[in-house]
């Protein structure tokens, strides 16, 4: 095909997708439909026949088995305590640091992100306690709010993470290399948001109420002690994930049984929460499975295209250095997250990105990390942010004050992946002890 022609192609498949979306279709079906143009236009294979073909290889997949896993895990948990639990326990800790029991929402949603997959329902979890309590003490709403926003984006950071598994499958990587190249980067991430928020307390001591009352370390001790089971779990799916002595599947199979004793353990283990916990999973999986279904198709029918081979080729002309191709793929990917949700940025994108990212001479997991933050960012980036959404309906308060209160922690992702792009080997170094080359 003609470099003219390919251009006009390119063209009008992004019209279509464009058109495809703005009217309010499914992504999904949108995805699909702009694969049936491409194919339409760029060869004579039967349609049906490669779009059964693309559909069940990217559906009979043994990886793809722990997305539904670890997405019960959540649902499991969330319906449990410890939200409560969290805050009792980590609150006596973090009373001498700047900042006092906002902390909490850092810590908390980092605990909760390892048990869980999804940033909604870890903003959720440790928020529905979380912000009362504070609101309760008089700590600042801003702080309150843009910290638990922030904060809730490690759900998809820290592994197990939803969107990981999603990328890993799109990319054909490892899953259990992209969960601990994640690790990492997600203590940076809570490192940066908790020295945010001690500057922020010293610059303004006044916005900062005293300290509780001092409490004797074995009751602190007490207070903690029904965080061990939760933490036991964490210790126990890492170890196993770092050691190989369980795959991604298998170390998920283990999180659902481990949730559900956890329920179990704090009473609130009852048919209701189980049926809840089991149809809310199958709801979500369906809908990221079919999303996948649709841009395996696409994936296909733009390689009849040639456009991702050129652009990779186009990539190699214009001698690009990995860190300059980060920082416009950054800029794309801050764009994406104003319009679409995180997992729709990945299969979108990928087809295209791709080849290029392997043309530049990045690794596929360090990228896989890389996106993972941007998708971060997508949670608290108007006007489709899900984290935005959850606190406006948890605090009563409007989308742009959500918005504001949480623009600081968006500063910071950016500022991580500055850091990841710098210092790769913070992404890398847990994949490479695991998998020694």
């Excluded at 906002?102 to 959720?124: D, K, L, P, R």
């Excluded at 841009?295 to 296909?300: N, S, V």
């Excluded at 959500?402 to 500055?418: C, Y």
Aim: net charge neutral; glycine share 8%; proline share 6%.
């Amino acid at each position: 095909m003609a470099n003219l022609g390919m251009i006009e192609l390119s063209f009008i498949l992004l019209g279509v997708m464009i058109l495809l979306l703005g009217s309010g279709i499914w992504i999904a079906v949108s995805l699909g439909l702009v694969g049936f143009v491409a194919m339409a236009l760029t060869t004579s294979l039967p349609l049906g026949a490669v779009l059964a073909t693309t559909t069940w290889s990217a559906s009979a997949s043994w990886t793809l088995a722990a997305l539904p896993l670890f997405i019960w895990m959540g649902e499991i948990l969330f319906r449990t305590k410890l939200s409560e639990e969290m805050f009792r326990g980590l609150s006596p800790w973090v009373q001498w640091l700047p900042g006092r029991l906002t902390h909490v929402n850092v810590i908390g949603c980092g605990i909760f992100a390892a048990v869980s997959g999804s940033s909604a329902a870890t903003c959720a979890t440790i928020g529905k306690i979380a912000l009362p309590e504070l609101d309760k003490r008089g700590y600042d709403k801003g702080l309150s709010l843009g910290s638990l926003a922030g904060s809730g984006t490690l759900g998809l950071l820290i592994p197990p993470s939803i969107p990981m598994v999603v990328y890993a499958v799109t990319a054909n990587v490892s899953v259990l290399q992209v969960f601990l190249g994640g690790f990492l980067p997600g203590v940076l991430v809570m490192v940066l948001y908790s020295g945010y928020i001690i500057i922020w307390s010293l610059l303004n001591p006044s916005k900062i109420p005293p300290r509780d009352p001092p409490m004797p370390f074995r009751q602190k001790l007490r207070e903690s002690s029904k965080l061990v089971p939760c933490l036991l779990l964490i210790f126990a799916v890492f170890l196993s994930l770092v050691l190989g002595f369980a795959t991604a599947t298998e170390c998920a199979a283990w999180g659902v049984t481990g949730a559900l004793l956890l329920a179990w353990w704090s009473g609130t283990l009852t048919r209701k929460n189980f049926l809840e916990s089991i149809m809310s999973a199958t709801r979500l999986t369906c809908m990221i499975m079919l999303i996948l279904a649709g841009a395996a198709y696409t994936t296909a029918a733009m390689a009849y295209t040639g456009i991702p081979a050129a652009l990779a080729t186009w990539v190699q002309g214009q001698q690009l250095t990995p860190g300059m191709l980060a920082l416009y793929l950054s800029v794309m990917y801050i764009i994406l997250g104003c319009l679409i949700d995180g997992i729709s940025m990945i299969v979108l994108t990928a087809v295209i990105v791709l080849p290029m990212v392997k043309q530049a001479g990045l690794d596929l997991v360090w990228f896989g990390v890389y996106l993972i933050i941007h998708v971060e960012m997508a949670q608290i980036t108007p006007p489709v942010g899900f984290n935005l959404f959850v606190l406006q309906n948890m605090s009563g308060r409007d989308t742009f004050t959500v918005a504001r209160a949480a623009f600081p922690f968006f500063v910071l992702l950016l500022a991580s992946v500055f850091i990841i792009t710098e210092y790769p080997e913070i992404v890398m170094f847990l994949p490479k002890l695991a998998f020694p080359d």
